[in-house]
């Protein structure tokens, strides 16, 4: 039996058009993190009770801004949205 890991950004990998160097390292590290930050939002919504709301909706809005730094290519705000994202638990 062959265990393979789907590394859902392992297009990153072979890109070259994001440029090379620190950037892309910071787009790959920022969408791990944002993929990381999606699975604790399902956490916090499986809470009984709505009791995990709060928390789901700041999650949640941290995850859209980091993808608004992405999309706009700005990268003091994706090393900011990075630094967020990485001490969420």
Do not use: H, W
């Not at 062959?2 to 969408?31: A, V, Y």
């Amino acid at each position: 039996m062959t265990s393979t890991t789907n590394d859902p950004l392992g297009f990153l990998n072979n890109s070259r058009g994001m440029g090379d160097g620190q950037n892309t390292d910071l787009i790959q590290q920022l969408l791990y993190e944002i993929i990381r930050v999606k699975e604790l939002i399902t956490y916090y919504d499986s809470i009984p009770n709505g009791a995990g709301q709060l928390g789901s909706s700041i999650l949640n809005e941290l995850v859209t801004e980091a993808y608004n730094s992405l999309v706009n290519y700005d990268t003091v705000l994706m090393k900011k949205y990075y630094e967020l994202l990485l001490n969420c638990d």
